[in-house]
């Protein structure tokens, strides 16, 4: 899954649970609409149609920009269903590089 995060500076990330890291950051909801698309793409089946993959590729980019402008709105739980905060990240990603000790 891919979920689009607010960075503190008003800009957009993307976060994959694939990789558990971000593969996008500094993005606008252009940028985030081309990565969908881009993604859509490298991940068609081979046996899809490029009928299918063009309206696959669509959708993508229309979600995108529509939960882009809910995570810009301050509403990301229009867009997922457990959404994550910038500051979130940031713990997790703290976590892991100062584990605590048991």
Do not use: C
Not at 10 to 18: D, E, K, M, N
Not at 67 to 90: C, D, I, M, S, T
């Amino acid at each position: 899954m891919r979920q689009i995060v607010l960075q503190p500076d008003g800009r957009l990330a993307i976060y994959s649970t694939v990789v558990d890291d971000f593969v996008m950051n500094d993005a606008t909801p252009d940028e985030v609409a081309d990565e969908a698309a881009d993604f859509v793409r490298e991940t068609a089946s081979l046996h899809a149609t490029p009928e299918q993959v063009t309206e696959r590729v669509r959708r993508a980019r229309e979600t995108a920009y529509r939960n882009a402008a809910h995570v810009l709105a301050g509403e990301p739980h229009r867009a997922y269903k457990h959404p994550l905060a910038w500051q979130e990240f940031e713990t997790m990603a703290d976590s892991e590089t100062h584990p605590h000790p048991y």
